[in-house]
T-cell receptor, first 113, second 113 residues
């Protein structure tokens, strides 16, 4: 079955710096890759997603890139702010197949003011 | 629009007891998913309902777990009898269509003593 690896597990940056989170997946049939942000004590919130027919997607300060050949995708956050501090999860699924999300273990991002 | 709602937010029970978790999806969402996060590990898929039918229950750990979605509205997840390893956070998510993003609830933190 699908396996999603996420790294690093923790990242600490200074406010204004950029942060990059990388994930790899094993199932070449995966075609949908969402990213969720979970603040302490709150629900996972979808922040951006990408489908396999595009290589990059951007929404204000966040962007996601996908390399299907290498089977990896990354989340980029620019101009980080303290409110970006949270746990970020990447996931993969086969749309039109099982639909279930397979998650990475999560990365705790701390943005220091 | 109300989001995905889960009850209770926290449950503490003793090993061998029974617990029932409830999830109310976003109104109109036919697809309902259960996930679980055991401490320190990734969020793992349990099962997927389409209306009242179980589309995929490949992630259910064993027959101590029973999920239902009578009438295709809210869903319950019963653990009977609970074991120590069942401790974790149980998330419910819903989507209007399998190709659309999944929206998560706040989760139920289950502690087995």
């Amino acid at each position: 079955g699908e396996n999603v690896e996420q790294h690093p597990s923790t990242l600490s940056v200074q406010e204004g710096d950029s942060a990059v989170i990388k994930c790899t997946y094993s199932d070449s049939a995966s075609n949908y890759f969402p990213w969720y942000k979970q603040e302490l004590g709150k629900r996972p919130q979808l922040i951006i997603d990408i489908r396999s027919n595009v290589g990059e997607k951007k929404d204000q300060r966040i962007a996601v890139t996908l390399n299907k050949t290498a089977k990896h995708f990354s989340l980029h956050i620019t101009e980080t702010q303290p409110e970006d501090s949270a746990v970020y999860f990447c996931a993969a699924s086969v749309q039109g197949g099982s639909e279930k999300l397979v998650f990475g273990k999560g990365m705790k991002l701390t943005v220091n003011p | 629009e109300a989001g995905v709602t889960q009850f209770p937010s926290h449950s503490v029970i003793e090993k061998g007891q029974t617990v029932t978790l409830r999830c109310d999806p976003i109104s109109g969402h036919d697809n309902l998913y259960w996930y679980r996060r055991v401490m320190g590990k990734e969020i793992k898929f349990l099962l997927h309902f389409v209306k009242e039918s179980k589309q995929d229950e490949s992630g259910m750990p064993n027959n101590r777990f029973l999920a239902e979605r009578t009438g295709g509205t809210y869903s319950t997840l019963k653990v009977q009898p609970a074991e120590l390893e069942d401790s974790g956070v149980y998330f419910c998510a819903s989507s209007i269509d399998p190709s659309q993003p999944q929206h998560f609830g706040d989760g139920t933190r289950l502690s087995i003593l």
